[in-house]
């Protein structure tokens, strides 16, 4: 389904906005969210890593360098095989803003997941915020571009970051694999494909590994109609507890003993 331009996402917010929590937590009857969102989400606290992270992003945006793009799968993601894209476009449309990495990073910060995965690396921004937040955990990060992922691994060597098993292949093909190397993940971040229903797909393989300590961040549930249904889909699921919409991405919880909850809260630029 085609991507919503400006005008459409724009009366989206307002909608949104019209619907959501205040911010500062006031209205939030769960314990648990209450704490999560005054104390994770919405802490805009600095942390040194964030810079270097935020200068990697810069010199991309700065070169001019450009790079062939080599899907593994031709028909993947719209099929983009041989695509020359600039690496200013990755870093800057591409990957998650930086108010979104560092929320990532306050989430694995927080939780200290043993076994993460994301679903769609690029150039490696997020992965970066996730591993780098957490080093006692360890990041499987799938990537079907072999020209991107070679500037992800590159930087990852630079960054010394130990912790991230970047793994070159479609999430169609590396998916089941993997389910058979772990036994669960404590966080997944999906930011690949921006199809619904491929959306849905990956959901009910990971599903099989995620625990009551799960938790689960998907980005662009607003970049089309059929993202904005998969999402609301998934939050309908009896095993989701609890829902967070910040209205450009979503987290879901698996927690036993609560009653189910959805939480429209603001967080970001808009
Ligand atoms: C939005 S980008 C990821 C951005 C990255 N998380 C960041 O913040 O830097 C999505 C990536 O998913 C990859 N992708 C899309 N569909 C895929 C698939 N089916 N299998 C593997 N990779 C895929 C694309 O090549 C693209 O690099």
Redesign the pocket.
């Known amino acids: 389904m085609a991507k919503r331009g400006a005008w459409e996402i724009f009366k989206n917010y307002v909608g949104f906005r019209k619907e959501c929590l205040p911010k500062g937590g006031y209205g939030i009857h769960s314990p648990f969210v209450f704490d999560l969102y005054t104390n994770v989400i919405g802490i805009n606290k600095s942390e040194p890593i964030f810079k270097a992270i935020e200068a990697y992003r810069k010199e991309m945006i700065k070169s001019d360098i450009g790079i062939i793009?080599k899907?593994?799968?031709e028909n993947?993601?719209g099929g983009?095989r041989g695509e020359l894209v600039k690496l200013k476009k990755?870093?800057s449309v591409?990957?998650?803003p930086p108010h979104?990495?560092r929320l990532l990073y306050r989430l694995a910060n927080h939780f200290k997941p043993k076994v993460m995965l994301?679903?769609?690396?690029?150039?490696?921004?997020?992965?970066l915020?996730i591993a780098l937040a957490n080093p006692e955990g360890y990041l499987y990060?799938?990537?079907?571009?072999e020209a991107?992922?070679g500037i992800?691994q590159k930087r990852f060597e630079s960054f010394n970051v130990k912790n991230i098993k970047p793994i070159c292949?479609?999430?169609?093909?590396?998916l089941p694999r993997l389910m058979d190397e772990v036994d669960k993940f404590d966080f997944v971040?999906i930011?690949?494909?921006?199809?619904g229903n491929?959306l849905l797909q990956y959901f009910d393989v990971i599903q099989n590994k995620l625990t009551d300590n799960s938790v689960v961040i998907v980005?662009?549930i607003r970049w089309s109609s059929d993202m904005e249904d998969s999402w609301n889909e998934l939050i309908a699921k009896p095993e989701v507890t609890v829902s967070i919409d910040l209205f450009r991405c979503g987290i879901l919880f698996f927690r036993g003993g609560i009653a189910k909850q959805h939480f429209k809260l603001r967080y970001g630029p808009y």
Do not use: P
């Open positions: 793009r899907t593994i799968a993947m993601n983009f990755l870093a591409v990957a998650v979104l990495g994301e679903l769609g690396t690029s150039v490696g921004i997020s992965s915020y990060t799938i990537e079907g571009d991107v992922l992800a292949s479609t999430f169609e093909t590396e971040f930011d690949g494909d921006h199809n491929k980005d662009d």
